[in-house]
């Protein structure tokens, strides 16, 4: 419940504080003192976004600030999920708007996101004005009036996720067969490009071996002719290389003998002789070796035209780049080849949640049709109250061809408020007064189901006098009984039923005016109430018949 409001440099306020009690509370003022005001800056601190025109001309910034006893309404949890302090009996609401733009919203004087406040703001109070009368055409605010009194929040909640987990599935599906689709059409293609890599077989480091045979093979003469060469230098010639190092090494072993110290080098010339012989008979190896083959040559030449080929077509510049990507194709084909199996797989789990979410839209289609007797009723009683004595009231329920986020209904409420006319959709029939009258008996409903701390009428009493309006006013006295209501109201049937009073007015302090609002006392309210049975002139009678309607009430 709303305990208190502080506001500060908003419009035309200066400053001033309101304290509001339970039960049922009423707001007057005349037209144009500023009850609006109040209103608007009540929801600012319930999340509204704001403008720095709102800000008093020449202030630097505004607060508006409300204190609400929260100890009835269960918001450990909500508290807990945003993190914000709670003590489980008071919270405070503060709002701060800069004349530069900026704006700061707390909660128990701790930052929150705006959105958050207004999260918490819903939780708290329902604000009520006359154009929220328009949301009676919206057949998405009419399907929550029934959710609220038929109680459907376990079963909304099983089907929301039953929901959410089948659009999520179906989103996987879509996206799968999408996938499928793509991959079908660069299948043949992708296969050619695989086959093509696959048939060639490469090997790491194969170009450059393939390279140095071939770069061997196409100069086999001149290699042969050099081998022959150097084998008859050190071999073949009569001063060949090998015939004068023996000649050394002989000469030299004859003088060991005499000089010893010779020994080392007559080992080393030893070892280079035994070294050139190996390389005569490896130059001859290779001398053998080395054959002009035009076959193999235009094998090599063909081979490694293909893999030059390749490293074209697929901007790659070495053999192992091309056997990369010919893996990488060929894990996409054989994701391809086991694209069929995920998709029947998938679409199996997928029918099986649809299966799911539609056993829970039954579920909570025939919870809401079943209170749906009793809604009719119990609405039809309230507007009789309210002098609608051949008020007809329907809801009419249509399935949808695919259920939504709300389940598989759509509902229309259909009224008629005299004898020989059919119920016809609220939006083509009811009159402003009649909507006026309709909506607040369905918040007089909900207000009774859900337990709302509080709730504010901004002049419901539109296109209501007299006897209906008295019966409004004994109306929103009820629900005071049940939870903080306030009312801003014109008319003196309602006001005169408030267990408190507060005018708005007007006070001109000579170069500016200001809002000024206070609670009154039993003697100005009789005071007031005269005023709005009797206009600007205050009458004897009217001071009367205010005196009436405040003991009778």
């Not at 154009?131 to 009676?136: I, K, R």
């Not at 054989?334 to 029947?344: F, M």
Request: with cysteine; net charge negative; hydrophobic share 40%.
């Amino acid at each position: 419940m709303l305990k208190s409001l502080y506001i500060q440099n908003f419009a035309l306020i200066d400053s001033l504080r309101i304290g509001f009690d339970p039960g049922f509370s009423v707001i007057s003022g005349e037209t144009g003192a500023g009850k609006s005001i109040i209103l608007g800056a009540l929801s600012l601190i319930l999340g509204q976004r704001a403008d720095v025109k709102q800000i008093k001309q020449d202030a630097e910034r505004c607060v508006i600030e409300g204190v609400f006893d929260v100890s009835a309404y269960h918001l450990a949890s909500f508290f807990e999920e945003m993190d914000w302090v709670y003590d489980g009996e008071e919270c405070i609401l503060r709002r701060e708007i800069w004349s530069n733009g900026k704006s700061r919203a707390f909660v128990n004087d701790s930052p929150v996101y705006l959105n958050d406040l207004k999260g918490l703001g819903d939780r708290l109070i329902d604000i009520h004005s006359q154009h929220q009368n328009l949301s009676l055409n919206d057949n998405f605010f009419q399907l929550n009036v029934v959710d609220l009194l038929a109680d459907t929040r376990k079963e909304r909640a099983d089907y929301g996720e039953a929901y959410a987990v089948y659009r999520a599935s179906e989103r996987a599906l879509g996206d799968l067969r999408e996938q499928s689709r793509k991959n079908r059409e660069e299948e043949d293609y992708l296969r050619f490009q695989y086959s093509a890599l696959e048939e060639m077989n490469l090997q790491p480091g194969e170009q450059a071996q393939l390279e140095e045979e071939l770069e061997a093979v196409s100069h086999a003469e001149e290699i042969k002719t050099g081998l022959y060469a150097a084998t008859a230098l050190l071999s073949e010639e009569e001063r060949s290389v090998e015939s004068m190092l023996r000649t050394v090494a002989d000469t030299l072993h004859n003088v060991q003998r005499f000089y010893p110290k010779l020994s080392e080098l007559v080992s080393r010339v030893d070892s280079a002789f035994i070294e050139l012989k190996d390389v005569r008979e490896e130059i001859a190896g290779y001398f053998e070796e080395v054959e002009f083959d035009p076959g193999r040559r235009e094998l090599l030449e063909e081979r490694l035209s293909a893999i030059y080929d390749l490293q074209k077509k697929h901007s790659a510049t070495t053999v192992e780049e091309l056997i990369t990507l010919r893996d990488e194709m060929g894990r996409k084909l054989e994701n391809i080849d086991s694209l069929d199996e995920r998709l029947q797989a998938l679409e199996k789990e997928t029918g099986e949640k649809r299966e799911t979410m539609m056993a829970r839209a039954e579920m909570l289609s025939v919870k809401r049709k079943k209170a749906i007797p009793r809604i009719e009723k119990e609405l039809v009683e309230r507007l009789a109250y309210l002098r609608m004595p051949n008020v007809k009231f329907q809801c009419e329920f249509k399935t949808k061809e695919m259920p939504d986020a709300t389940g598989a209904d759509t509902v229309q409420f259909l009224f008629s408020a005299n004898k020989n006319v059919a119920p016809q959709p609220v939006s083509q029939i009811a009159s402003g007064g009649e909507m006026s009258r309709l909506m607040l008996c369905i918040k007089s409903m909900i207000a009774g189901a859900t337990s709302l701390p509080t709730i504010i009428f901004d002049e419901i009493d539109t296109g209501t006098s007299g006897e209906v309006a008295d019966r409004v006013g004994a109306i929103m006295e009820e629900m005071g009984t049940r939870m903080q209501v306030i009312g801003i109201t014109h008319l003196p049937q309602i006001a005169s039923k408030g267990t408190a009073h507060f005018l708005v007015y007007k006070e001109d302090l000579g170069n500016i005016v200001t809002t000024k609002i206070k609670e009154l006392t039993p003697e100005e309210r009789i005071q007031e109430i005269a005023r709005m049975l009797s206009g600007a002139e205050i009458t004897e009678q009217a001071i009367e018949n205010a005196k009436v309607m405040l003991n009778r009430n």
